[in-house]
Protein backbone atom coordinates (compact mmCIF):
# COMPACT_ATOMS: atom_id res chain seq x y z
CA UNK A 1 0.00 0.00 0.00
CA UNK A 2 2.97 2.19 1.08
CA UNK A 3 4.34 2.39 -2.89
CA UNK A 4 0.64 2.73 -4.42
CA UNK A 5 0.06 5.41 -1.91
CA UNK A 6 3.51 7.07 -2.90
CA UNK A 7 3.02 6.70 -6.52
CA UNK A 8 -0.85 8.32 -5.89
CA UNK A 9 0.81 11.25 -4.10
CA UNK A 10 3.77 11.32 -6.76
CA UNK A 11 1.17 11.43 -9.55
CA UNK A 12 -1.03 13.90 -7.65
CA UNK A 13 2.17 16.26 -7.46
CA UNK A 14 2.69 16.28 -11.32
CA UNK A 15 -0.78 16.79 -12.13
CA UNK A 16 -1.10 20.04 -9.92
CA UNK A 17 2.10 21.39 -11.74
CA UNK A 18 1.08 20.66 -15.01
CA UNK A 19 -2.46 21.98 -14.20
CA UNK A 20 -0.60 25.21 -13.11
CA UNK A 21 -1.26 26.81 -16.43
CA UNK A 22 -5.19 25.52 -16.52
CA UNK A 23 -8.20 27.18 -14.98
CA UNK A 24 -8.00 27.05 -10.95
CA UNK A 25 -12.06 26.04 -11.35
CA UNK A 26 -10.11 22.52 -13.03
CA UNK A 27 -7.57 21.84 -10.78
CA UNK A 28 -9.90 21.93 -7.77
CA UNK A 29 -12.31 20.02 -9.30
CA UNK A 30 -9.36 17.08 -9.93
CA UNK A 31 -8.15 17.52 -6.50
CA UNK A 32 -11.36 17.15 -5.20
CA UNK A 33 -12.02 13.88 -7.55
CA UNK A 34 -8.43 12.54 -6.62
CA UNK A 35 -9.48 13.26 -2.88
CA UNK A 36 -12.66 11.53 -2.86
CA UNK A 37 -10.52 8.46 -4.53
CA UNK A 38 -7.90 8.15 -1.79
CA UNK A 39 -10.41 8.30 1.07
CA UNK A 40 -11.85 5.15 -0.78
CA UNK A 41 -8.94 3.50 -1.61
CA UNK A 42 -7.93 4.32 2.11
CA UNK A 43 -10.97 2.36 3.40
CA UNK A 44 -11.05 -0.46 1.29
CA UNK A 45 -7.17 -0.70 2.40
CA UNK A 46 -8.42 -0.29 6.35
CA UNK A 47 -11.17 -3.21 5.61
CA UNK A 48 -9.78 -6.25 7.71
CA UNK A 49 -10.86 -8.55 5.30
CA UNK A 50 -8.28 -6.74 3.03
CA UNK A 51 -6.06 -6.11 5.80
CA UNK A 52 -5.34 -9.37 5.88
CA UNK A 53 -4.81 -10.32 2.47
CA UNK A 54 -2.58 -7.90 2.17
CA UNK A 55 -0.57 -9.12 4.43
CA UNK A 56 -0.34 -12.38 3.05
CA UNK A 57 2.91 -12.94 0.14
CA UNK A 58 -0.05 -13.15 -2.31
CA UNK A 59 -1.51 -9.43 -1.61
CA UNK A 60 2.26 -8.27 -1.06
CA UNK A 61 3.46 -9.62 -5.00
CA UNK A 62 -0.10 -7.80 -5.90
CA UNK A 63 0.71 -4.76 -4.20
CA UNK A 64 4.09 -4.50 -5.54
CA UNK A 65 2.88 -5.30 -9.54
CA UNK A 66 0.03 -3.11 -9.89
CA UNK A 67 -0.28 -4.39 -14.07
CA UNK A 68 -0.50 -8.12 -12.82
CA UNK A 69 -2.92 -7.02 -10.01
CA UNK A 70 -5.42 -4.83 -12.29
CA UNK A 71 -5.41 -7.82 -14.74
CA UNK A 72 -6.04 -10.48 -12.15
CA UNK A 73 -8.74 -8.28 -11.06
CA UNK A 74 -10.62 -7.95 -14.69
CA UNK A 75 -9.80 -11.33 -15.65
CA UNK A 76 -11.77 -12.08 -12.55
CA UNK A 77 -14.67 -9.77 -13.00
CA UNK A 78 -14.89 -10.39 -16.63
CA UNK A 79 -14.85 -14.39 -16.16
CA UNK A 80 -17.55 -14.32 -13.31
CA UNK A 81 -20.62 -14.01 -15.70
CA UNK A 82 -19.38 -16.63 -18.00
CA UNK A 83 -18.31 -19.02 -15.14
CA UNK A 84 -21.83 -18.39 -13.53
CA UNK A 85 -23.47 -19.41 -16.03
CA UNK A 86 -21.38 -22.28 -16.90
CA UNK A 87 -22.29 -23.73 -13.29
CA UNK A 88 -25.67 -22.85 -13.99
CA UNK A 89 -26.01 -24.87 -16.55
CA UNK A 90 -24.44 -27.77 -15.14
CA UNK A 91 -26.29 -27.71 -11.85
CA UNK A 92 -29.89 -27.19 -13.84
CA UNK A 93 -29.11 -30.35 -16.11
CA UNK A 94 -28.04 -32.01 -13.08
CA UNK A 95 -30.98 -31.97 -11.43
CA UNK A 96 -32.83 -31.82 -14.78
CA UNK A 97 -31.25 -35.45 -15.17
CA UNK A 98 -31.87 -36.53 -11.86
CA UNK A 99 -35.66 -35.71 -11.71
CA UNK A 100 -35.73 -37.11 -15.18
CA UNK A 101 -34.01 -40.80 -13.94
CA UNK A 102 -36.38 -40.42 -11.53
CA UNK A 103 -39.56 -40.20 -13.03
CA UNK A 104 -38.14 -42.81 -15.71
CA UNK A 105 -37.25 -45.29 -12.62
CA UNK A 106 -40.94 -44.73 -11.49
CA UNK A 107 -42.35 -45.60 -14.66
CA UNK A 108 -40.05 -49.02 -14.87
CA UNK A 109 -41.04 -49.87 -11.18
CA UNK A 110 -45.09 -49.32 -12.36
CA UNK A 111 -44.62 -51.01 -15.15
CA UNK A 112 -43.03 -54.11 -13.00
CA UNK A 113 -44.94 -53.36 -10.66
CA UNK A 114 -48.82 -53.77 -13.00
CA UNK A 115 -46.55 -56.68 -14.87
CA UNK A 116 -46.07 -58.51 -11.39
CA UNK A 117 -49.70 -57.86 -10.41
CA UNK A 118 -51.00 -59.42 -13.74
CA UNK A 119 -48.67 -62.23 -13.33
CA UNK A 120 -49.14 -63.14 -9.72
CA UNK A 121 -53.09 -64.16 -9.82
CA UNK A 122 -52.15 -66.57 -13.05
CA UNK A 123 -49.45 -67.88 -10.89
CA UNK A 124 -52.13 -68.34 -7.97
CA UNK A 125 -54.43 -69.98 -10.70
CA UNK A 126 -52.32 -72.53 -11.80
CA UNK A 127 -51.07 -73.68 -8.36
CA UNK A 128 -54.74 -74.46 -7.00
CA UNK A 129 -55.08 -76.13 -10.51
CA UNK A 130 -51.64 -78.10 -10.33
CA UNK A 131 -52.87 -78.82 -6.43
CA UNK A 132 -56.30 -79.86 -7.35
CA UNK A 133 -54.92 -82.15 -9.81
CA UNK A 134 -52.57 -83.39 -7.74
CA UNK A 135 -55.03 -84.12 -5.16
CA UNK A 136 -57.59 -85.95 -7.33
CA UNK A 137 -54.58 -87.96 -8.80
CA UNK A 138 -53.42 -89.12 -5.10
CA UNK A 139 -57.63 -89.91 -4.41
CA UNK A 140 -57.76 -91.64 -7.22
CA UNK A 141 -54.78 -93.62 -6.96
CA UNK A 142 -55.12 -94.40 -3.68
CA UNK A 143 -58.15 -95.78 -3.50
CA UNK A 144 -57.73 -98.19 -6.35
CA UNK A 145 -55.13 -99.40 -4.51
CA UNK A 146 -57.43 -99.93 -1.70
CA UNK A 147 -59.87 -101.24 -3.74
CA UNK A 148 -57.61 -104.21 -6.18
CA UNK A 149 -54.45 -104.23 -3.82
CA UNK A 150 -55.40 -104.29 -0.04
CA UNK A 151 -52.25 -106.25 0.83
CA UNK A 152 -50.63 -102.87 -0.45
CA UNK A 153 -51.98 -100.59 2.22
CA UNK A 154 -51.25 -100.91 6.22
CA UNK A 155 -54.80 -101.78 6.44
CA UNK A 156 -54.88 -104.32 4.43
CA UNK A 157 -51.80 -106.05 6.09
CA UNK A 158 -53.61 -105.53 9.80
CA UNK A 159 -56.80 -107.51 8.37
CA UNK A 160 -54.47 -110.01 6.88
CA UNK A 161 -52.70 -110.54 10.40
CA UNK A 162 -55.93 -110.61 12.32
CA UNK A 163 -57.26 -113.05 9.62
CA UNK A 164 -53.85 -115.56 10.40
CA UNK A 165 -54.26 -115.15 14.19
CA UNK A 166 -58.00 -115.69 13.95
CA UNK A 167 -57.16 -119.08 11.92
Not at 50 to 63: D, E, I, P
Not at 74 to 96: D, E, Q
Amino acid sequence: MTQFSSCLQSGEMEKQQSSSSSSSSGVTDFQQQWGSWTTLLKRFYDDPKVAQLMSTRLGQYLSSHPFFALTVLLFGALAALPVGLFLSFALVTSVMSAVGFVLFEVFLLSVGGLSLLCLLPGIALFAVMVSGTFIVLYITVSNILNRYFPHLTKQGKVQEESERETS
